[in-house]
Nanobody, 119 residues
Framework: QVQLVESGGGLVQAGGSLRLSCAAS????????MGWFRQAPGKEREFVAG????????NYAYSVRGRFTISRDNAKNTVYLQMNSLKVEDTAVYSC????????????WGQGTQVTVSS
C-alpha cells in the first residue's frame, strides 16, 4: 500500500553528520506513524527512532538519543533522520518503516540505505 525509498546514506567520518530521507509513495503518510531502523552486519535489526502521525510524539533508542532527530514533512510525504555526532557503531543499513494508526507493528519497509562511519 505504501512504498518507501530511503536516500542520503554514505560514508562519513566519526563526529560528522548525515541526513537520511524516506520518500513515500502510493498514498499519503499523514495517517501513519513512521520509524527508522538499522541493521549492522551480523546483528539484529534494531529500532532507532519513531514519530507519530502528527509529529508531536518522538521516540529514540537510548544509543542515539541526543544525537539523532526524526522529523516528518507530510506535505512532501517524506520522513527524515538527522544524524549528528556519528559514531563508528552507527554503521548499518538504515531502513524506514510505516505503521498504520490501527496497526501494532510497522508493516511497510523501505529497501534501506547504507551508512558507514569511519574512524
Amino acid at each position: 500500500q505504501v512504498q518507501l525509498v530511503e536516500s542520503g546514506g554514505g560514508l562519513v567520518q566519526a563526529g560528522g553528520s548525515l541526513r537520511l530521507s524516506c520518500a513515500a509513495s502510493g498514498r499519503t503518510i499523514s495517517s501513519y506513524a513512521m520509524g527508522w531502523f538499522r541493521q549492522a552486519p551480523g546483528k539484529e535489526r534494531e529500532f532507532v527512532a519513531g514519530i507519530n502521525w502528527s509529529g508531536d510524539t518522538l521516540n529514540y533508542a537510548y544509543s542515539v538519543r541526543g544525537r539523532f532527530t526524526i522529523s516528518r514533512d507530510n506535505a512532501k510525504n517524506t520522513v527524515y533522520l538527522q544524524m549528528n555526532s556519528l559514531k563508528v557503531e552507527d554503521t548499518a543499513v538504515y531502513s524506514c518503516a510505516a505503521r498504520g494508526a490501527t496497526m501494532p507493528d510497522y508493516d511497510y519497509w523501505g529497501q534501506g540505505t547504507q551508512v558507514t562511519v569511519s574512524s
